[in-house]
Structures are given as C-alpha cells and as structure tokens.
C-alpha cells in the first residue's frame, strides 16, 4: 500500500539554526499538510498546501514557518530559526482530494529536538 | 472554539474484552469525524464517518456517528493485544484538511 514518507525520523539541533523537514506524499494525492504534537498534547494541523499555494494555515505557522514543494514528489517544511517550544513531532500527510472520501494519511513523522 | 474530547483518556482491557471509545465533538461547518490509531508513530486511518446512524465496520473494529448529539463511538470486540495503540479522533471542519484532534485514548490490552 502506498504511504507517506518523512526523513529524517530524527533531527536534533540547535536553538536558532533553520531546519527543512522533508516528505514524499503518496504519488497520486493533491493536497499536503503538516501537523505537530509535542510530548503529551494533542496532534495540531500546522499548515494545508494545494496547487503550489497554502490554503490553510494555523496560528501556530507563523513567519518563521514556510512550506515548498520544490518538485513534484517532495514537500518540506523549513523552520527558519528552531526554538526550544518547536520541539515535537511533526507529521507530514496527504489526501487525494479533500473532505468526503478522501481521509488523511500520515507519514511516521520527524522527531525534532531543539536544544 | 471548535473542540473534540475523547474519553476515557486511558484504558487497561484484557484480551477477549469488548471496548467502547467515546469522542464528542463541538462544530463550526462539521463536514466528518475520523478516528485513527497511533501506534508510536504515524496516525493510521481506521474509519472517516459523515452520516449518521451508519456503522462502518472493519473486522473487530466498528464505529458510528450520531450527528444530533454530536459524539462517536468506536468499539472493539474481541480486543488483542496488537490493538494497544492510542485512538484518535478527529474532526474535520471545511476548512481544507484541517483536523482537530482529540487528546486520544491510550487503549492497553493485556495478554
């Protein structure tokens, strides 16, 4: 069965470095998300990009967070500078459209360490 | 504030049991609720409910939604010790694939 992938599964760095956290949806999906969840605390959507442009984004995706599909199977999500609050788990997903029949599947997520 | 609260937070079943997982939700333009296990990693799809009144069903597992009162219910019969994971559910609110989540149920099913 198809599925997302994510590399790294684990990234460490240091507070103020930039990190690009990269995914490969599932071939035929059109639309991509990020979502995080630090230790303890629920899964929160983070950012939702269709046709080279976000449709949706959170309150959490601030300046600091931007999003690029650089060709057409990659789709990475670069923090410009780490804080120690962006350590968490963050996972990539895809659906082939949106709403009705068309769940989100997820990748096995990046661990990101900020120290 | 849209929200999406599951209980019981955790649960502790021997194999054999049935489990009942319960999830209710607060809606702005609800479109879908979807429940997913996690398993230490990825959040893997089980079931996405828009109707009410319908159980979907996979195997053991089976899941409803009652629209009026706005909840889910997911249950697992016959529970085994591969169904400890934590289950997740999810509302999806028209707004492109943004879910929000509940804090899970971490479901352990002892041998």
């Known amino acids: 069965e198809p599925e997302v992938t994510q590399t790294p599964s684990h990234q460490v760095t240091q507070m103020g470095q930039e990190v690009i956290l990269r995914c490969v949806p599932i071939?035929?999906?059109?639309?991509f998300y990020w979502y995080r969840q630090i230790l303890g605390q629920k899964v929160e959507f983070l950012v939702s990009?269709?046709?080279?442009?976000?449709?949706?984004k959170s309150e959490i995706f601030d300046d600091q967070f931007s999003v690029e599909r650089p060709d057409g199977s990659n789709f990475t999500l670069k923090i410009r500078s780490t804080k120690l609050e962006d350590s968490a788990m963050y996972f990539c997903?895809?659906?082939?459209?949106?709403?009705?029949?068309?769940?989100?599947?997820f990748g096995n997520g990046t661990r990101l360490t900020v120290t | 504030e849209d929200k999406v609260v599951q209980s019981p937070l955790s649960l502790v079943v021997h194999e054999g049991d049935t489990v009942t997982l319960n999830c209710s939700y607060e809606?702005?333009?609800?479109?879908?609720l979807l429940w997913y296990k996690q398993e230490k990693k990825a959040p893997t799809f089980l079931f996405m409910l828009?109707?009410?009144?319908i159980e979907k069903k996979s195997g053991r597992l089976s899941s409803i939604l009652d629209k009026k009162e706005l909840f889910s219910i997911l249950n697992i019969t016959a529970t085994q010790t591969g169904d400890s994971a934590v289950y997740l559910c999810?509302?999806?609110?028209?707004?492109?694939?943004?879910?929000?989540f509940g804090q899970g149920t971490e479901l352990s099913v002892k041998p």
């Open positions: 997903a895809s659906s082939l459209g949106q709403g009705f029949r068309s769940p989100l599947h």
């Open positions: 071939s035929n999906h059109l639309y």
């Open positions: 990009f269709y046709n080279n442009e976000i449709s949706e």
């Open positions: 809606v702005t333009n609800f479109r879908s």
């Open positions: 828009t109707s009410s009144g």
């Open positions: 999810a509302g999806d609110y028209n707004q492109g694939g943004k879910l929000i």
